[in-house]
């Protein structure tokens, strides 16, 4: 990272509120209006008026601040003599601020910024930088410490692999409610595809249980897999998904994911398989989706392999299916919902919009909903995780 890059993603986060200041009146003393109004003065070089408006945002609410505001507010007090003193306090706040979106190469160049210039000839600069780089390292011990707990406990949970003569018999292990990670091998390669198997509680291996399958995005941006982040549970899946469906989450990576890789895609149907041999599930079979990627994949599975799945359900998915698969006829007669928001940046809802039409004709259960907003990661809005959670209740029938 680049001196100063810190202080820049500052400015753009205290400045791009401005839009919607200009609606609001000067008047307004709300904390998101003073911050915006702060956020101005800092970058019209004007750090004596920005130190008092962040002053003022901070004495209303100051558990508020994020590590963003608190340091841009500290460099408009750095560079106002008169209010220095709030700049140590503000650093002193930022130090206990948890959890720290930095890392130590971001503190090193914090600590040659010339924008706190005045605060590092000053004796309690070093005391300063030893409390963050040891907030960073409590931090980073605590996360290690998260992730090794979470990978003991989810594959505590994993179930053995049933025995053929169990197979045959129809025959399932109790399993503990929870997360279970398991690694599907692939053939003739070393890789081994991670995924998460949510158990609902009450589930019972003499009950069929509905099955969902989720493919989440960014594939073309994630280098590794994610399996070791304990905060995968706050994926809107598990939450929206029915109280009493198996939850399959496959966890894809750049190199071997649901955009340019066919034996990623080949895979999703061995983990399905591997979960219905290892738990009671649903007859009719899992339902399949997943977001941005991931529902581009969910439809590419529509129309080429709709037979491995019961119904489909596709959010902010791109216009064409990956692979150069063709459209065609999308589901074959089972439900493929999709949802895409008339903001979307990414995938412009006019393209989305064009290619269901040429296309629904053959694809009698393809459903487009627009969502009116959220962009193309509306599903991480207040309102997304109600649309995917309606989804799944029309694909997942009770029995």
């Given at each position: 990272?680049?001196?100063?890059?810190?202080?820049?993603?500052?400015?753009?986060?205290?400045?791009?509120?401005?839009?919607?200041?200009?609606?609001?009146?000067?008047?307004?003393?709300?904390?998101?209006?003073?911050?915006?109004?702060?956020?101005?003065?800092?970058?019209?070089?004007?750090?004596?008026?920005?130190?008092?408006?962040?002053?003022?945002?901070?004495?209303?609410?100051?558990?508020?601040?994020?590590?963003?505001?608190?340091?841009?507010?500290?460099?408009?007090?750095?560079?106002?003599?008169?209010?220095?003193?709030?700049?140590?306090?503000?650093?002193?706040?930022?130090?206990?601020?948890?959890?720290?979106?930095?890392?130590?190469?971001?503190?090193?160049?914090?600590?040659?910024?010339?924008?706190?210039?005045?605060?590092?000839?000053?004796?309690?600069w070093p005391r300063w930088l030893a409390a963050m780089r040891l907030a960073l390292a409590e931090q980073a011990a605590a996360a290690n410490a998260a992730q090794a707990r979470?990978?003991?406990?989810?594959?505590a949970r994993a179930l053995p692999s049933p025995a053929s003569s169990e197979r045959k018999r129809g025959k399932m292990a109790a399993a503990q409610p929870g997360y279970a990670?398991?690694?599907?091998?692939?053939?003739?390669?070393?890789?081994?595809?991670?995924?998460?198997?949510?158990?609902?509680?009450?589930?019972?291996?003499?009950?069929?249980?509905?099955?969902?399958?989720?493919?989440?995005?960014?594939?073309?941006?994630?280098?590794?897999?994610?399996?070791?982040?304990?905060?995968?549970?706050?994926?809107?899946?598990?939450?929206?998904?029915?109280?009493?469906?198996?939850?399959?989450?496959?966890?894809?990576?750049?190199?071997?994911?649901?955009?340019?890789?066919?034996?990623?895609?080949?895979?999703?149907?061995?983990?399905?398989?591997?979960?219905?041999?290892?738990?009671?599930?649903?007859?009719?079979?899992?339902?399949?989706?997943?977001?941005?990627?991931?529902?581009?994949?969910?439809?590419?599975?529509?129309?080429?392999?709709?037979?491995?799945?019961?119904?489909?359900?596709?959010?902010?998915?791109?216009?064409?299916?990956?692979?150069?698969?063709?459209?065609?006829?999308?589901?074959?007669?089972?439900?493929?919902?999709?949802?895409?928001?008339?903001?979307?940046?990414?995938?412009?809802?006019?393209?989305?919009?064009?290619?269901?039409?040429?296309?629904?004709?053959?694809?009698?259960?393809?459903?487009?909903?627009?969502?009116?907003?959220?962009?193309?990661?509306?599903?991480?809005?207040?309102?997304?995780?109600?649309?995917?959670?309606?989804?799944?209740?029309?694909?997942?029938?009770?029995?």
């Amino acid at each position: 990272m680049k001196p100063l890059l810190l202080l820049g993603i500052t400015y753009a986060l205290l400045a791009g509120r401005a839009a919607s200041a200009q609606a609001q009146a000067g008047t307004s003393t709300t904390y998101e209006h003073l911050m915006e109004q702060g956020g101005a003065q800092l970058q019209a070089q004007n750090p004596c008026s920005a130190a008092a408006l962040f002053e003022q945002a901070f004495a209303r609410d100051s558990t508020r601040a994020n590590e963003f505001e608190l340091f841009g507010a500290a460099t408009a007090a750095a560079a106002c003599p008169a209010r220095r003193a709030l700049a140590w306090r503000w650093l002193g706040q930022l130090s206990r601020h948890r959890p720290l979106r930095m890392t130590p190469k971001d503190l090193d160049n914090v600590s040659q910024d010339p924008a706190l210039a005045p605060l590092q000839a000053e004796a309690a600069w070093p005391r300063w930088l030893a409390a963050m780089r040891l907030a960073l390292a409590e931090q980073a011990a605590a996360a290690n410490a998260a992730q090794a707990r979470w990978l003991r406990e989810t594959q505590a949970r994993a179930l053995p692999s049933p025995a053929s003569s169990e197979r045959k018999r129809g025959k399932m292990a109790a399993a503990q409610p929870g997360y279970a990670l398991y690694f599907s091998t692939v053939p003739n390669d070393t890789v081994r595809m991670p995924y998460l198997v949510r158990v609902p509680a009450g589930y019972s291996p003499a009950k069929p249980a509905p099955v969902v399958v989720y493919l989440h995005g960014g594939i073309v941006s994630t280098p590794q897999f994610g399996h070791t982040d304990p905060d995968v549970v706050e994926e809107p899946i598990f939450a929206a998904a029915p109280s009493n469906a198996l939850v399959v989450y496959p966890f894809g990576r750049q190199s071997f994911g649901w955009v340019k890789q066919p034996a990623a895609f080949a895979q999703i149907v061995a983990v399905v398989r591997e979960v219905q041999a290892r738990y009671r599930t649903d007859p009719r079979g899992p339902v399949l989706g997943g977001m941005s990627n991931g529902g581009s994949a969910a439809l590419w599975f529509a129309s080429q392999r709709p037979d491995a799945f019961c119904g489909f359900y596709a959010l902010s998915p791109a216009p064409e299916l990956p692979l150069g698969a063709s459209i065609g006829r999308l589901g074959q007669g089972k439900p493929c919902l999709q949802f895409s928001a008339e903001d979307d940046t990414l995938y412009p809802y006019a393209a989305v919009q064009a290619a269901h039409a040429a296309h629904r004709a053959q694809a009698p259960g393809w459903e487009l909903q627009a969502v009116p907003k959220g962009g193309h990661g509306f599903l991480y809005r207040p309102d997304g995780p109600a649309v995917l959670r309606q989804a799944l209740a029309r694909l997942c029938p009770q029995p």
